[in-house]
Nanobody, 119 residues
């Protein structure tokens, strides 16, 4: 079964950090770009960051300068390091995979992990 599983979410105080993981099973991420999205209650889903199969990265506005995306081929996992968290970062974070490059043509999605930032 081909799937992505997110983990690492939780409750954190303002200014704190979390590391989210996106692990693939049933397929290798070597040939996939992986993007992180988030959706806050009552809001539309928004892109956060993406890493290509070659390791090129990009970041959307909300996480620029605070979030870092990385990948570990040996663990078949992509990470999203969240630093200097703010209450407005509270959301369910999803990862999604697409072939090779970050083009917005996602093929596989995880079910999400909840991040709650308390003030």
């Amino acid at each position: 079964q081909l799937q992505l599983v997110e983990s690492g979410g939780g409750l954190v105080q303002v200014g704190g950090s979390l590391t989210l993981s996106c692990t693939a099973s049933g397929f290798t991420l070597d040939y996939y770009a992986v993007a992180w999205f988030r959706q806050a209650p009552g809001k539309e889903r928004e892109g956060v960051s993406c890493i290509s199969s070659e390791g090129n990265t990009n970041y959307a506005g909300p996480g620029k300068g605070r979030f870092t995306i990385s990948r570990d081929a040996a663990k078949n996992t992509v990470y999203l390091q969240l630093n200097s968290l703010k209450p407005e970062d509270t959301a369910t974070y999803f990862c999604a995979a697409e072939v090779l490059y970050c083009r917005g043509d996602t093929k596989y999605w995880g079910k999400g992990t909840l991040v709650t930032v308390s003030s």
